[in-house]
């Protein structure tokens, strides 16, 4: 099982970018399918963004999608979402989740997967 450690949040303005990272060990990293998620205060988590084992598979949230990518490097066993054009509803502790498989991980690893402990994204002016 791999552990996940998430990276790269914090304060932004409006319209401004920021790169999460999605640091895995522990496991071998190109197994997984590897997604991220977020959840605002007082709001269900919602899916954002997915990429498949050797990064040629990947989908994008509607909500998101034209702003945000998301890309891996398995030499390095990590996964980014770049963030751009950051809106204040963006504002959310984001999540990265590691499964075996591609479509369990858009909506919650099994146990055969993992979460990481989350990285706070604060949008504001």
């Known amino acids: 099982q791999v552990h996940l450690v998430e990276s790269g949040g914090g304060l932004v303005r409006p319209g401004g970018s920021l790169r999460l990272s999605c640091a895995g060990s522990?496991?071998?990293?190109?197994?997984?399918?590897i997604a991220w998620h977020r959840q605002a205060a007082g709001k269900e988590r919602e899916f954002v963004a997915v990429?498949?084992?050797?990064?040629?598979?990947?989908y994008i949230a509607d909500s998101v999608k034209g702003r945000f990518n998301i890309s891996r490097d398995n030499t390095k066993n990590t996964v980014y979402l770049q963030m751009n054009n950051l809106k204040p509803e963006d504002t959310a502790i984001y999540y990265c989740a590691a499964d075996p498989s591609y479509s369990r991980v858009i909506s919650a690893p099994s146990s055969q997967g993992s979460w990481g402990q989350g990285t706070q994204v604060t949008v504001s002016a």
């Open positions: 990429i498949g084992w050797g990064g040629g598979r990947m």
């Open positions: 522990g496991g071998t990293f190109s197994n997984y399918a």
